[in-house]
Nanobody
């Protein structure tokens, strides 16, 4: 079993910063991509940012230049540094991870965290 536990959400004023963390634990050998998604009320879940095991990153256009995704492979943890936050960034943020399985064949097992609320409001 694999668990992804997020932390770091909360209430922040517009223009402020928050740093989210997501730690993976359990039956894990290696992890491929890790990332962050968000879901605002009444909207579909959308990709925010993702990072490969080699450190390549991809961002949604709405967060480019404001958010930075990074990971610590030894700690099996992915981070999301969020700066210059806007009210429209308010959402539940979820992390995800693709765990590499090798038995009985090589495949990717996808896991989600439970979500952490980020509220940007004055």
């Amino acid at each position: 079993q694999v668990q992804l536990v997020e932390s770091g959400g909360g209430l922040v004023q517009p223009g402020g910063s928050l740093r989210l963390s997501c730690a993976a634990s359990g039956s894990i050998g290696s992890i491929s991509d890790m990332g962050w998604y968000r879901q605002a009320p009444g909207k579909e879940r959308e990709l925010v940012a993702k990072v490969t095991s080699g450190g390549s990153t991809n961002y949604a256009d709405s967060v480019k230049g404001r958010f930075t995704v990074s990971r610590d492979n030894a700690k099996k943890t992915v981070y999301l540094q969020m700066n210059s936050l806007k009210t429209e960034d308010t959402a539940v943020y979820y992390c995800d991870a693709y765990v590499i399985r090798t038995y009985p064949y090589r495949y990717l097992d996808h896991y989600w965290g439970q979500g952490t609320q980020v509220t940007v409001s004055s």
